[in-house]
DNA sequence: CTTAGTACTC
């Protein structure tokens, strides 16, 4: 690994002293800024001050402009307006007025720092255009400035008026870029074009604009049209270009112009291109071309900031080059919670959960990511009780933090407490999201809780996230797997834009509650939709043909899956197969299928041949699979009971006993059957057999009230499958 | 005075 030197500069976020102004290092006031300060008599010694208050003030460092301010023994109205900006960029505007009040004679340019800095600060608009008016003699600067402040409160009308006011003499192209870009910003098109066909001039900013609102609106090829059109392009052009092709799923296209632009070589590559560079090689998995940019920067005379450290740290995290994440991460002087998260977020989907956790640990200011962040990492190592106990240390919870506890409950099958902890959840007035509504969902479909499933689809229908599709496939789940078909297909009928999980959701819903024949025809519509079916299709196939009983077809699926569609056969396909040959009675080619496997068969395929040799006798078979069920499996009580019925069923009655010894031997108990309920917003466990803890009238009354609340439930009108 | 752009929930 190459270290590569990282130099910092210039606008960023810093955590030190909370400036959301970008700036590199604290460096303390240095010699040079000393010996400006000692001969500010002179009027180049006055313009150097005030151009190292700028600089000091683009840099946040307003510690050092001021002391440089407060020193000069004679000062221009620019230094005093300098000041009036170093303190908007900073968020002080009572300091910026107090300049204002304070300056002794003010130029319009005073005016108009006061009056950007007000628009900055987002100051009140009614306000800021009092002071607009009273500016004595306005210039274009002034107006621009103040059409700022109307298009970013989004009051387009009142931007228009004053457009309209500006006098002919101070008619620029930059207030049409500010009414260009707002109206653009805000996705209305037609205005945005109205006025860009009105310009009398049309520069860089403005063709820039346009070119990203292009991009944005996947209108890629017009994009690229005016792109190639203009005469004039800087570096923002190119890079919202560059962009544009990435966000919508060229990598190619995108890397070929950033190369173009390089070669070109009339505008430089600056730190918010490579950004984008680094964010498109890490989306699209790009290790080679990412690190040969970032070998490329070193060689730049070009400076690194937060977003570029950032954006490298991410790049190389996701796509597993930890070492050189971390080299990066320790090269950069100036870290924020991005850069720490970025790290971390490496670290736990390479599940090196105690590293991980070390930096966690160390963070200066951690914030909700960190925390949920970590809490996804001890989720997938199964601990569980830790992520409670992260959770319940956080000084901040929002709807991420909470779905990501209540999902970390599903993903480790603690789905009481999951649906215990969405109550909470609601309780707390935390509003859940799209994820909370999937996940929870995916709790109540795998306790087949139809109950509680219908009240969150209540829910979701209340919220205006019911058109979410993961939503809608997690809700056609749920459906299914609580046995209510009928439902999940209204459900399916009425996605406007399913995928292949819809589809995949749909026709395993079918098949395992008996609809073999509907799973089948459900096939042959996707097919003609021309969408890609995958692994899991083939899955929810085969166990469509073990319901009907369709070796011959079962076979052809099968078979075709490598050879027409390229898709790799799992286990689960295996076991799959094992279970429609052996419930057909074709044991011994359930047998050999299991011998020619290419990966190693898991319990399920060992299950349904233990299965299958039950309902046909087969002894032999049996014991064998038994035998290599307990091996992976030692704990399962299945292997045991399944094969002293067996004994019993062709009259061995002595190894019957012997199994059932063994098993009590070895302490393997069968899981009590339990139920619960949910009454008031807590979750109600009770094992069977015990009648003692609950109210029954209680119960009653809960159940009918949820009766009617499902009928208040609108599926919308799809079309039943019956 | 105007234009592009990093991280975290499934």
């Not at 990412?290 to 796509?319: A, C, T, W």
Request: with cysteine.
């Amino acid at each position: 690994m190459v270290m590569r030197p990282i130099s910092i500069y210039r606008r960023s976020f810093c955590f030190r002293c909370n400036s959301t102004v970008a700036h590199s290092n604290h460096e303390p006031v240095t010699q040079k800024a000393r010996n400006f300060m000692e001969t500010t008599t002179t009027s180049t010694a006055i313009f150097q001050c005030n151009s190292q208050i700028s600089k000091l003030a683009r840099n946040g460092n307003l510690q050092e402009a001021e002391a440089i301010f407060r020193k000069m023994s004679h000062r221009s109205i620019v230094s005093w307006n300098a000041m009036i900006s170093a303190y908007a960029e900073n968020g002080k505007i009572s300091k910026a007025w107090q300049m204002f009040d304070e300056m002794p004679v003010r130029a319009t340019s005073s005016y108009n720092a006061m009056i950007t800095a007000m628009i900055k600060n987002k100051c009140d608009l009614g306000k800021s255009y009092e002071f607009f008016c009273s500016i004595p003699e306005k210039n274009a600067v002034s107006y621009a400035s103040m059409i700022t402040g109307f298009v970013r409160a989004g009051v387009f009308d009142k931007a228009e008026c004053l457009y309209a006011e500006i006098p002919v003499k101070f008619r620029d192209p930059v207030a049409s870029n500010v009414l260009l870009s707002g109206y653009l910003r805000s996705g209305k098109w037609n205005e945005a074009v109205r006025v860009f066909e009105g310009m009398a001039v049309k520069e860089v900013v403005s063709f820039s604009s346009m070119v990203d609102g292009y991009c944005k609106m996947g209108r890629l090829v017009d994009a690229r049209g005016l792109f190639d059109r203009i005469h004039e392009r800087n570096v923002i052009t190119w890079t919202a270009m560059i962009d544009g092709y990435f966000k919508a799923g060229f990598f190619e296209d995108g890397f070929d112009l950033f190369l173009r632009m390089r070669r070109e070589g009339d505008v430089e590559v600056n730190a918010n291109t490579l950004a984008v560079m680094f964010k498109a090689c890490r989306d699209f998995g790009r290790y080679r071309e990412g690190s040969q940019i970032h070998g490329l920067v070193s060689r730049m005379p070009l400076e690194f900031d937060l977003f570029l450290g950032n954006s490298l740290i991410s790049m190389y995290s996701k796509l597993g080059y930890m070492g050189e994440a971390k080299a990066v991460f320790g090269v950069m002087k100036n870290k924020d919670t991005v850069s720490w998260n970025s790290l971390i977020t490496g670290l736990v989907q390479r599940e090196q959960i105690s590293e991980a956790y070390e930096l966690f640990e160390k963070m200066p200011d951690k914030d909700m990511v960190s925390w949920t962040d970590m809490i996804k990492g001890f989720s997938g190592k199964g601990e569980i009780s830790k992520c409670v106990e992260l959770f319940r240390m956080m000084p901040e919870k929002d709807d991420i933090t909470w779905t990501a506890m209540i999902s970390a409950f599903v993903s480790n099958g603690y789905y009481e407490e999951a649906l215990y902890w969405f109550h909470k959840m609601l309780r707390k007035e935390v509003y859940p999201n799209s994820y909370t509504f999937s996940s929870v969902l995916s709790a109540t479909a795998s306790l087949a809780a139809l109950i509680e499933g219908l009240q969150i689809h209540a829910r979701v229908v209340k919220t205006n996230i019911a058109n979410d599709l993961s939503v809608q496939n997690s809700l056609v789940s749920m459906y299914s797997k609580c046995g209510n078909t009928n439902d999940a297909y209204k459900v399916f009928s009425c996605i406007s834009e399913p995928n292949i999980v819809t589809y995949n959701t749909m026709i395993s819903g079918f098949s395992y509650n008996g609809f073999g024949k509907e799973a089948l025809k459900l096939f042959s519509i996707l097919e003609s939709t021309g969408k890609e079916p995958n692994g899991v299709t083939f899955l929810a196939l085969l166990s469509a043909c073990v319901h009907v009983g369709y070796v011959d077809l079962g076979w052809k699926y099968f078979k075709s899956m490598k050879f027409s569609y390229g898709i790799e056969l799992g286990p689960d396909h295996y076991a799959c197969m094992v279970d429609l040959l052996g419930r057909s009675g074709l044991l011994d080619e359930a047998y050999n299928l299991i011998s020619s496997m290419p990966c190693e068969p898991h319990s399920g395929v060992w299950g349904s041949l233990l299965g299958a040799s039950k309902t046909y006798l087969r002894v032999d078979l049996a014991e064998f699979a038994a035998e290599k069920l307990i091996e992976l499996e030692p704990d399962s009580a299945t292997p045991y009971v399944v094969l002293s019925q067996l004994y019993s069923l062709v009259g061995k009655n002595r190894d019957g006993d012997r199994i059932r010894n063994i098993k009590k031997s070895k302490r393997i108990k069968k899981d009590p059957a339990s139920s619960w309920i949910i009454l008031k917003g807590e979750v109600h466990n009770f094992l069977a057999g015990d009648e003692s803890h609950l109210n029954l009238e209680e119960i009653t009354f809960t159940l009918q009230m949820i009766e009617k609340e499902m009928e208040m439930i609108s599926l919308g009108h799809g079309s039943s499958f019956q």
